[in-house]
């Protein structure tokens, strides 16, 4: 027999059953019956067809075509297996046989018998499709930022309630400062409460606590050198307001104060002969100054930089004098209105040089 190869029966390496079919019988290509009462079994890899002892097996990789034809009153239903070598067979039985053909028209078409390596997936690429993307993408983030908001805010909840066993301990401590005032140095008092400032569990003055707006303004005033003496040492001696502000109520932690407030306290510096002062630019930058450092010291340095370095720019300044960009454009600026130094303006900026023609008008 040319199409079928007897076999003996056993699976091959990942073969698996499909499906089987009872009382069948096998035909070659013109019709001719070749046997009856057998079982066919169609599995990944073969048709098997078995009698008693008997195997016979076909495997699937051969058939090139396989077609249904109906059967009548006298003739069973068949399955007609045209195979690739030219050669053909079929398959008959009573019942069962029109569902065996799909079986094996979709097992041939998927090539089951072919052992297929594993496919990665590529990773997915986000696809930009117009504005309806960017609206979606945007929605997206939206609902993230909320979270993220949502879950900020429940942290900061824990944060004040570990923050207010810490204040009732800073207000215990300052209490048994003031009890035992005769005890302790007033330089060791202060000392000790920039430490408290710094960690922001000092006890801060409130407008209840201060009986009157003024000496509210006075004890914030006090408070204010305490927190920014020496950062505002460490930046050059000068600090814009807007930073002042954020580490003044970093450092009061709960009892936060207002920018009006802030202000009115500025004003209270030089009645209480503390060494800060306010100073206003040209542009309306207000900054807090050290007392420590007079104008005229700050622009001979500014003169004397510019003419070591024949010329400056803000940044070189911000390096030079430990300031910021901003403070640093803002002195050169103010220097150059009055006339200490020359500026230029060009398409890289503002640069500033010496100015030579007082030498000029002397000569």
């Not at 009382?23 to 019709?31: A, E, F, I, M, S």
Request: neutral net charge.
């Amino acid at each position: 027999m040319e199409t079928w190869r007897s076999t003996s029966g056993g699976k091959l390496e990942n073969e698996a059953k499909i499906s089987q079919l009872e009382k069948v019988k096998l035909y070659d290509g013109d019709g001719k019956t070749l046997d009856t009462d057998g079982t066919i079994e169609l599995t990944t890899h073969r048709l098997i067809w078995s009698k008693g002892d008997g195997h016979l097996s076909l495997p699937l990789s051969l058939i090139k075509s396989s077609t249904y034809e109906e059967g009548s009153f006298m003739r069973s239903d068949k399955i007609y297996l045209k195979l690739s070598n030219g050669a053909a067979t079929r398959i008959g039985g009573k019942s069962g046989v029109d569902q065996l053909n799909q079986l094996i028209v979709q097992t041939v078409r998927e090539e089951k018998w072919v052992v297929k390596p594993a496919v990665r997936m590529p990773a997915k690429k986000e696809i930009r499709s117009g504005i309806a993307g960017i609206e979606k993408k945007l929605q997206q983030k939206a609902a993230s930022d909320s979270k993220n908001i949502s879950k900020a805010f429940q942290d900061l909840d824990r944060l004040i309630e570990m923050a207010k066993p810490m204040v009732a301990l800073s207000k215990s401590i300052s209490n048994k400062i003031r009890e035992k005032q005769g005890d302790i140095t007033e330089d060791e008092t202060i000392q000790f409460k920039s430490y408290l400032l710094s960690l922001g569990v000092d006890d801060p003055v409130t407008k209840d606590s201060a009986g009157s707006d003024k000496k509210y303004y006075q004890g914030l005033a006090k408070e204010m050198f305490l927190v920014l003496d020496q950062p505002i040492q460490d930046a050059g001696g000068m600090m814009t307001l807007t930073d002042a502000y954020v580490r003044v109520n970093r450092a009061r932690g709960l009892a936060l104060v207002s920018p009006e407030d802030l202000l009115h306290a500025c004003k209270m510096l030089k009645e209480l002969n503390l060494p800060l002062t306010v100073q206003t630019f040209d542009s309306g930058v207000i900054v807090l100054k050290s007392s420590n450092i007079t104008e005229e010291e700050y622009i001979e340095k500014i003169v004397y930089l510019t003419e070591a370095f024949e010329k400056i720019s803000a940044d070189q300044l911000a390096k030079e004098l430990k300031l910021s960009v901003l403070l640093a454009g803002e002195r050169l600026q103010s220097a150059a209105n009055n006339g200490h130094i020359l500026v230029d303006q060009s398409i890289h900026g503002l640069t500033y040089y010496p100015n030579k023609f007082d030498t000029l008008i002397l000569e």
